[in-house]
């Protein structure tokens, strides 16, 4: 039933007096509907209500208690959780949904002060204008439905606000990933997440939203914003065929964010050819400015002239340690399962911790919740499987995955006789659970396992593994304020196992397992300052390695080197603040401490001396859990941008990390067979400084992107080893290790088109990379003490990836790599011992191998465009290395009957052809 309902006509040139009654009120009521509280006190009052009954349908089961308080303030308490206000004029209340209504216009509203205003006056003249509905929507269809967001507040100074919610199918109730939803008339957009979630900051007032989804109908929404608020939007499947429609997405997402990430687009990294038709999310990051590896076939990634060691990469909250099959050739992660790839190198968020250069935060998506889905491939070494399934339908999905090579029958097959018993294969499975619990709670589980055995021309057995877990829930409070708790487990191992013609035959063995509880939470206080904190705790087990006999007649001595065990925990905070509207600053600071923890022994070695076995002077004992040493300290993360222009701005960044665990290597390439050690009393943590300003900028209507960005890295306890330094098995690797200072500095250019048929980028990076090895003692000093290039100093790195699009089904793709020789150290004399000659080698890393480049070439027919039909085919022919370039993997020399003589070992020296076939359906 209609109350009263009274149409109000804005008085904007009368005076209005407004009563507020002295009159004292007593009263209270207990779990009763709005419309029964407003008529109590119309009872014991000279009040008068107007309102429209459905404005009150939503506010039941209300309680409260008012002891001696006037109209005003009951009220107030009444409608503060509502969409509510009340305007009380003589002995009439009336109430408003969304909106205020105004007894005069704001000083500034006419766009003048008054003339009697004073200074201190117009300072504090903050009060938002009204907001007319129809002076923004004249031209608009009458047909768009019109939406009020947030409860208007008179004296609130803010003039932007927070506007978030779901985009979902209507008809299978499936959150909408990747849809566009922009503002019309501004050069604003934002794409939904995998959840279907969105998030914008308006300005109040009128705003158009035009909300687009492949596949589904397009729809404008007509929201009037007056505060903070959601809106969840439904959208009806579009039943006719289309024509191509492309969608940009993130408009101005680069120059606009503070933090600088690289994102790369899991799809469209099918388009790009690299070895054998693989494809592979970490080969395209390469492809990239600042992200490179030592060469080709080698494991392992070097971000900003750091090590391979100083990468964290996450797949679903859990570390892998080594994401590379066949020493580097192939990605150890199913393609199809990975829904998000993103990529922090200079402004590393506090929530990460425990590396020094960068993060590759990789996600899986979603598993199907409405239908049984399948996905997969064919190619002439690998062969790949994905299929997802409902469990509960419209809430939980089911996501399996199985990825192998089959190498070994055609290393069998060949004519050459030395490689009849070899064997190169690998596998990797995945596994996904997502359960929506409710619209607030949603609960993921992620299970990860792969495995490469490798053995050609050999005796030896390689065989090396990774296994992660993953379990985390996710619980929102309300529209500001979430919270996410991740339990995971990683564990990367080696075996290798020696059989040959003589008595020594062996395996040997090595693991290193890692547990993570980590909780975080994100806050929005206002849309102007946003927090982002938590805490989490890792434990370390490492087993150095054991070696036993294999077979009863083995001669090898039994070994087992003391295992060691880490603690690393953390704290962190971040808020990102908008301090004027071109200007955003992101302040973090990670508090982290490492405790080695017993059982174990340390040695205490005589100072003055070089360290040695013979240098030992104690050692000392460590009962289980026992806390060797603590290190550990403030890590502070900033990030500035500001905006010249909405499409151009400047960021700068500055990163301080702490880095507990090491890889121990005497390789000059990453190898799958390096071991990792926990700092202890003899080993400190590594530690990071790093600098980074950069422009960022639009052209052409986001049709290219620019960047240019320089950097400066300088680094502390950077390990490194004597030359010939036995690593495998070693009880004191503290002797072999050589400690020193690490400098890095570069500068990065890449300009990507986004549009059109041509598309693609190219990214070009100058950088250097140098260690300095320093001692009082000749023994532990390199190269007199100065700076000399690492072993990834690679100065020029050059990339161009090009996709042209002939029609919709047939593309040509292109990559281009060129880089500078790594160092390498040479011999350049030698002499006779012995009657065997010896070789004198130079300065460490004074030389260089030949330069890098190579060009790919692949052709893409995707199948056609039917829509009802079992599959959906993509057919990839590609040529991997079409010049034919013998790039050298590395340089080496041995001495052979008396004579010293140099060996290049390549990976691909000829062009490698292969083609690929991929479904889905």
């Not at 409902?390 to 199985?402: A, C, D, H, R, Y």
């Not at 994100?522 to 890792?538: P, R």
């Not at 923890?597 to 001396?609: A, D, E, I, P, R």
Request: aromatic share 12%; proline share 3%; net charge negative.
């Amino acid at each position: 039933m209609l109350k009263k309902y009274l149409v109000i006509i804005f008085l904007c040139c009368q005076n209005v007096w407004t009563q507020e009654s002295d009159t004292l009120i007593t009263f209270s009521y207990e779990n009763e509907d709005l419309a029964l509280v407003l008529a109590k006190i119309e009872k014991l009052t000279n009040y008068d209500f107007f309102y429209q009954d459905s404005w009150l349908a939503d506010y039941k089961g209300l309680s409260g208690n008012y002891v001696n308080q006037n109209i005003k303030s009951i009220l107030d308490s009444i409608f503060e959780d509502t969409l509510l206000n009340f305007f009380v004029f003589k002995d009439r209340v009336i109430i408003t949904k969304n909106n205020s209504i105004y007894d005069h216009l704001p000083d500034h509203f006419f766009g003048n002060i008054r003339r009697d205003s004073s200074v201190s006056q117009i300072r504090n003249n903050t009060r938002v204008s009204p907001i007319f509905e129809t002076s923004r929507i004249a031209s608009q269809q009458e047909s768009i439905e019109t939406i009020k967001i947030g409860k208007s507040v008179i004296n609130s100074s803010e003039s932007n606000f927070v506007l978030l919610g779901y985009l979902t199918n209507n008809q299978t109730q499936k959150p909408l990933e990747n849809a566009i939803i922009a503002i019309n008339g501004k050069d604003l957009g934002i794409k939904t997440d995998k959840n279907g979630y969105y998030e914008f900051k308006l300005n109040s007032g009128v705003n158009i939203l035009e909300i687009n989804a492949v596949g589904m109908e397009e729809q404008k929404k007509r929201v009037v914003i007056y505060n903070n608020g959601k809106l969840d939007i439904a959208i009806n499947e579009k039943i006719e065929l289309l024509d191509e429609v492309i969608l940009q997405s993130e408009i101005n997402n680069n120059v606009e964010e503070v933090v600088t990430k690289t994102e790369i687009d899991v799809e469209e990294s099918k388009n790009i050819p690299l070895a054998l038709g693989e494809r592979d999310v970490l080969k395209v990051a390469t492809t990239l400015p600042g992200i490179t590896t030592a060469s080709e076939g080698s494991s392992g990634y070097n971000v900003r002239g750091g090590k391979s060691d100083q990468n964290l990469i996450l797949l679903d909250g859990a570390v892998i340690y080594n994401p590379q099959h066949f020493f580097g050739i192939f990605s150890a992660l199913n393609p199809f399962a990975l829904g998000d790839a993103s990529i922090y190198k200079s402004s590393i968020p506090a929530e990460y911790g425990g590396r020094l250069s960068s993060v590759f935060d990789l996600t899986t998506k979603d598993a199907s919740d409405t239908a049984i889905k399948v996905e997969g491939s064919v190619g002439p070494v690998t062969g790949n499987v994905l299929i997802e399934t409902p469990i509960v339908k419209n809430k939980s999905g089911l996501m399996i995955g199985g990825r192998g090579a089959y190498a070994n029958w055609i290393l069998n097959s060949l004519d050459e006789e030395s490689l009849k018993d070899s064997e190169a294969s690998f596998y990797d499975a995945i596994a996904k659970y997502n359960h929506q619990i409710s619209e607030k709670a949603k609960i993921e589980a992620t299970a990860y396992w792969s495995r490469d055995d490798f053995s050609i021309t050999s005796d030896s057995l390689y065989i090396y593994a990774n296994r992660a877990l993953s379990l985390s829930g996710t619980y929102r409070f309300n529209e500001n304020h979430t919270a996410k708790l991740v339990a995971s487990n990683s564990k990367y191992s080696f075996n290798i196992e020696f059989d040959g013609d003589t008595d020594n035959d062996f395996e040997l063995r090595y693991s290193i397992e890692e547990t993570e509880l980590k909780l975080q939470f994100k806050y929005i206080y206002t849309e102007k300052l946003k927090f982002n904190y938590g805490l989490s705790s890792k434990l370390y087990a490492v087993d150095p390695g054991s070696i036993h006999p294999k077979g009863i007649e083995s001669t090898i001595q039994p070994l087992e080197v003391e295992k060691e065990r880490g603690l690393e925990s953390a704290v962190f905070l971040t808020s990102e603040i908008d301090v004027t509207d071109k200007f955003t600053l992101e302040a973090g600071v990670r508090y982290s401490i490492f405790n080695t923890l017993g059982k174990g022994t340390q040695n205490v070695y005589q100072s003055g001396v070089p360290r040695s076995e013979g240098s030992i002077e104690e050692t000392l004992l460590f009962d289980k859990n026992e806390i060797i040493t603590t290190y550990g300290g403030p890590e502070v993360r900033a990030s500035a941008r500001y905006l010249i222009r909405d499409d151009f701005s400047v960021k700068a960044a500055y990163n301080k990390t702490f880095q507990f665990i090491h890889t121990l290597s005497n390789n000059t390439t990453a190898s799958p067979i390096d071991t990792w050690k926990l700092s202890d009393l003899n080993i400190e943590p590594q530690s990071s400084q790093q600098y980074s300003l950069g422009i960022f900028k639009n052209l052409d209507d986001e049709t290219y992107e620019l960047s240019l960005e320089g950097f400066y890295k300088k680094s502390k306890n950077i390990l490194d080893f004597k030359t010939g330094a036995e690593i495998l098995l070693n009880e004191n690797i503290e002797t072999e290790v050589l400690r020193g200072n690490g400098k890095a500095y570069g500068i990065e250019f890449l300009i990507k088109k986004q549009k059109g048929k041509l598309y693609g980028w190219l990214g070009y990076t100058y950088s250097r990379s140098f260690l300095q090895l320093d001692s009082e003692f000749n023994e532990e000093r390199v190269n007199n003490g100065d700076f000399f290039p690492s072993n990834f100093d690679k100065p020029h790195d050059f990339s161009l990836v090009l996709n042209y699009k002939f029609t919709k089904r047939f593309s040509l793709a292109t990559n281009f790599v060129y880089q500078t020789g790594r160092p390498v150290t040479f011999p350049i004399g030698s002499f006779s011992f012995d009657d065997a000659e010896f070789a004198v080698f130079s300065d460490r890393n004074k030389f260089r191998i030949p330069d890098f480049y190579r060009l790919d070439i692949g052709l893409n027919i995707e199948g056609n465009h039917k829509k009802k039909k079992l599959a959906h085919s993509f057919w990839t022919i590609s040529v991997y290395n079409v010049l034919g370039r013998n790039n050298p993997l590395s340089v080496f020399f041995v001495t052979e009957n008396g004579q010293v003589k140099g060996l290049q070992s390549s990976v691909f020296s000829i062009p490698v052809p292969s083609i690929t076939y991929n479904f889905k359906f």
